[in-house]
């Protein structure tokens, strides 16, 4: 099978789009971070099923994603921090794979959506919290588990995730290093739940592939535009729109 008989109708012109999408969520996870998977299977899934799209992301966020869980020398001391979150997303994941099946239809877009209004609103409107050493490991390991069920259902892994490890003071080196560590996890995990799933085969990697030079390219522009626009105003028109596409998945999956 040719890899791009995932995409529905046919390239090019669901290539082009496809391609476009991960260079746009490229470009916002250079400028914020992180948001690579989000923006990919909000947009994807208005042009694909959502098993499609989250089986199109896995490479492109897994490579991102271990880029982003540099430097080395510190990856250690911070996996300690937040291992019981990470064991808790294995866990989730693939509990929720067997449990839901593969990320498709209504409640799968319906979740997506509130997954999306959710991260907007804590974005716009929260601020991090603190979290007591010694909970770390116990709160981290339910946060994980949720975060996996999550993504199991909708193919987005930052809920309530980002949020924690916010909460966690890391700093903001920390901070980025473990959101690649824990977006790492759980693009691992996620594979492993599509392949349970049967929503992972090998024509699935062979277009996941072709997506990584698209995403590698517009991450590159995001972390040239970071140092030329304002983060907090981008991030505040990132958020907008995510709201706004979050509502839009909701709707959708309560009127089909």
Request: net charge positive; charged share 5%.
């Amino acid at each position: 099978m040719n890899p791009m008989d995932l995409l529905p109708g046919g390239p090019p012109t669901l290539l082009a789009l496809t391609v476009a999408v991960f260079i746009l969520a490229g470009v916002v996870k250079g400028v914020v971070g992180l948001g690579l998977p989000t923006i990919s299977m909000a947009m994807l899934a208005l042009i694909m099923a959502p098993a499609q799209a989250a089986a199109l992301l896995i490479v492109p966020s897994l490579v991102t994603n271990l880029w982003q869980a540099r430097p080395w020398p510190t990856l250690l001391p911070t996996l300690r921090r937040i291992g019981a979150m990470q064991a808790g997303v294995c866990v989730g994941t693939v509990a929720g794979a067997r449990w839901l099946g593969a990320p498709s239809g209504h409640w799968a877009s319906v979740c997506l959506g509130l997954a999306l209004i959710a991260y907007a609103g804590w974005g716009l409107f929260g601020s991090p919290l603190g979290v007591p050493r010694r909970y770390e490991q116990a709160l981290g390991a339910a946060v994980g588990a949720i975060t996996g069920v999550i993504t199991a259902a909708t193919g987005v892994f930052v809920i309530p995730a980002v949020p924690f490890l916010q909460a966690l003071n890391l700093g903001r080196d920390g901070l980025i290093q473990a959101m690649g560590i824990s977006f790492t996890v759980s693009t691992v995990a996620l594979a492993a739940g599509l392949w349970l799933n049967g929503g992972y085969s090998s024509s699935a990697a062979g277009a996941s592939v072709l997506m990584l030079l698209p995403a590698l390219i517009g991450m590159a522009l995001g972390q040239w535009l970071r140092h030329r626009l304002s983060p907090r105003t981008f991030k505040l028109c990132f958020m907008i729109s995510l709201a706004l596409l979050g509502a839009y998945q909701v709707a959708q999956g309560f009127t089909a």
